[in-house]
């Protein structure tokens, strides 16, 4: 209200003295993937598509609702995000099983713009937080909107490298500065609970590895691995 006035004296040649606000910005909120995923899960299949493209890659909605199917490598898995609100644009590889998840979903929705626009993947959002909500009874999901999936995709990426200039590119921010606000809202300490699973082969090592488990030790010749909850 502030700029929009000043720019109002301005155009119409006003003399006013500029008040100046200090202003502190909210912690975000970063949901734990145990609600998030119980949100999804309650999702259609359209939809859920939809929220873990959102997850994985970090992109506000209107990002996705703009998004062409020319901006999309199918047979790789690739979504191009062009950036909005002065984010830079970015390539994305999906993971195996979203990977698959999209290609159902663009066989049923040939349109050259596929996806829905961000008021409904909002409105939808909240149908499906409420419904997980009730269901479970925990009126907590109610807490959590679709943008902090944006949150909850760089803290994710921070938790398993702990490096904020790879965050900064993931979330196609231009300044540092921008991603260690979303970063406040992190959590650390004692008090952080994990899942851990354990491998014997090259290939259980892989397949924790692939869905974000990171190695820990190794025990009588049995690894370690774990993933924030």
């Known amino acids: ?19 100046y606000y200090k202003f502190s910005e909210k912690t975000p909120i970063i949901p734990t993937t145990e609600n998030v995923n119980k949100i999804v899960s309650n999702a259609t299949t359209y939809y859920a ?5 959102l997850i994985e890659t970090g992109a506000e909605a209107h990002e996705l609702e703009i998004t062409n199917r020319k901006d999309i490598d199918q047979e790789q898995g690739i979504i191009s995000i062009t950036g909005v609100k002065m984010h ?11 990977a698959e998840m999209l290609r159902i979903y663009l066989a049923k929705h040939p349109e050259e713009y596929p996806f829905p626009t961000s ?19 925990q009126p907590e999901l109610k807490k959590i909107k679709m943008q902090n999936l944006r949150n909850y995709s760089g803290a994710q990426l921070y938790y398993k490298i702990q490096d904020p200039i790879a965050v900064m590119r993931h979330l196609r ?36 590895l692939e869905i974000g488990f ?6 009588e010749g049995i690894q370690l691995y774990k993933k924030r909850k």
């Not at 598509?49 to 493209?53: G, V």
């Not at 830079?88 to 979203?98: E, F, M, R």
Request: overall charge positive.
């Open 214 to 219: 990171k190695y820990e030790t190794t025990i």
């Open 173 to 208: 921010h231009k300044k540092l500065e921008q991603t260690m606000h979303y970063l406040r809202g992190i959590t650390t300490g004692e008090e952080e609970e994990y899942t851990v699973k354990t491998a014997t082969t090259t290939k259980e090592a892989i397949a924790l």
């Open 88 to 98: 830079d644009s970015g390539t994305y590889k999906l993971k195996t099983a979203t």
């Open 49 to 53: 598509t939809i929220f873990k493209i």
């Open 119 to 137: 008021k409904q993947m909002g409105g939808i959002w909240g149908q499906t937080r409420a419904r997980a909500a009730k269901k479970l009874c």
């Open 1 to 19: 209200m502030l700029y929009a006035y000043n720019c109002f004296c301005k155009t119409n040649q006003i003399q006013w003295k500029k008040p």
